[in-house]
Every structure is written in C-alpha cells, then in structure tokens.
C-alpha cells in the first residue's frame, strides 16, 4: 500500500524568508502524480502544486516550488519570500493514475510565519 | 465558475441516528471523492464515485455508503452514527488531473 509521510509535524520561518517542508512516499508505481494542499484555519483545502512524477523538471508556482527525487521518494515544498497568509497546515498527498482520483495524504505540517 | 459546494456545513446528530451529506461538484466534473478528516486519524479516503459509479473505495465499514445521480451530484450515508464519527467531512470534485475541495461539513456526534 501506498503511504506518505511528512516528518516535521511543525515548522515555524520569519515573514519573507524561506521554508521547506519534506515528505517522502513509499510506492512500487512508477507513474503517479504528487501534490501539496494547503488547509488554513477556514479549512477550505488548496491545491498549492503539482508533479507528474513521469516528468524529471521540478514544478513552480510563484513563490512555491518543489524538489521532486523519484528514485529517493521524496518530495519537499520550499516557500520562498513566505507571507503571513502562507500560515496553515500543509499536507503533501500522492495519487496512483489506475486508482482514479484517490489522494493518499501525509499527517500534515502546521507552519507558522512570524512576523 | 461557481466552485464545490456542501451541505449541510455543520450537523449535530445523536449516537444510532444516521446522516446524509450532500457534494455538489463543480460544472462539468464528473467524479467526486469523499475523505473524513479527523484529529487523529488525519484525511482518509472513503470512496470517489464517477458518472454514477463507485470507482474506488477506502477502508470504511458498511454504514458509510455513498452514490451519484445523473447531474454529478453526490451524497454520502452514514448510518448506526458512532462517537468517533465526528469528523470534518470533504468532498472533492475532479477534472482529471486536479481535484478541487468543497468548504466541508462538519459532524458532531453526541
């Protein structure tokens, strides 16, 4: 069975720094898609990024980007320059392309952002 | 585009009485997923169904059940509620490579 898992249950970074949050995944697929989700207090879920793991270039969007190590299972979110609103729980999710639409989701990183 | 849409957004209910959720997934998509997430057990999946079909299924008991209708619409059935059925219940609607979630409902039994 698929898993994922994200080892820092908290991080916390300075207003316009930049953080990074790990997660690794144990999967014996080779084609799959991994993605993190942002849920702040409101807990409306937001996808932040998204990778095709069949594609070795590592995504970015804006200020987020990813380091995505296929053959390591591991996939980490840098935010750089992070903002206030960046604080939420963030949670890295993977999804096998046979199994549909199920996302496997890691336990989550609460960050904070200090001002 | 008008996004995810669920309801009720907060329920109460006693233990041995039973619930219907309701998703209503943005225009065009059809499959919706269901996940319970809870404090302790985190966001797992439950089902996700796709023009009317169940097309996958998590490790849940049988009083959890869901279906489809015709307009992508979804509901979800939990039935015999337990005290750790209390959750914040999310629905997400698909477009094939990206899933979009609803505001969730949240379940409080008693």
């Known amino acids: 069975a698929q898993t994922v898992t994200q080892s820092q249950p908290e991080m916390s970074v300075q207003e316009a720094e930049t953080v990074t949050l790990s997660c690794t995944y144990d999967?014996?697929?080779?084609?799959?898609?991994l993605f993190w989700y942002k849920q702040p207090p409101s807990r409306q879920m937001i996808l932040v990024i998204r990778?095709?793991?069949?594609?070795?270039q590592n995504a970015t969007e804006n200020r987020f980007s990813v380091n995505f190590q296929k053959a390591a299972k591991s996939f980490s979110l840098k935010i750089s320059d992070s903002q206030l609103g960046d604080a939420a729980m963030y949670f890295c999710?993977?999804?096998?392309?046979?199994?549909?639409?199920?996302?496997?989701f890691g336990a989550g990183t609460i960050l904070r952002v200090k001002s | 585009k008008a996004g995810v849409t669920q309801t009720p957004r907060y329920l109460i209910k006693t233990r041995g009485q039973q619930v219907t959720l309701s998703c209503s997934p943005i225009s065009g998509h059809r499959s919706v997923s269901w996940y319970q997430q809870t404090p302790g057990q985190g966001l797992q999946f439950l089902f996700e169904?796709?023009?009317?079909?169940?097309?996958n299924k998590g490790n849940f008991p049988g009083r959890f059940s869901g279906r489809q209708f015709s307009n992508s619409r979804s509901e979800m059935n939990v039935s015999t509620l337990e005290l750790g059925d209390s959750a914040l219940y999310l629905c997400a609607s698909s477009n094939y490579n990206e899933q979009f979630f609803g505001p969730g409902t949240r379940l409080t039994v008693l």
């Open positions: 999710a993977y999804r096998y392309m046979e199994y549909g639409n199920k996302l496997v």
């Open positions: 999967t014996s697929e080779s084609d799959y898609y």
């Open positions: 990778q095709e793991a069949y594609k070795q």
């Open positions: 169904y796709f023009s009317e079909t169940q097309r």
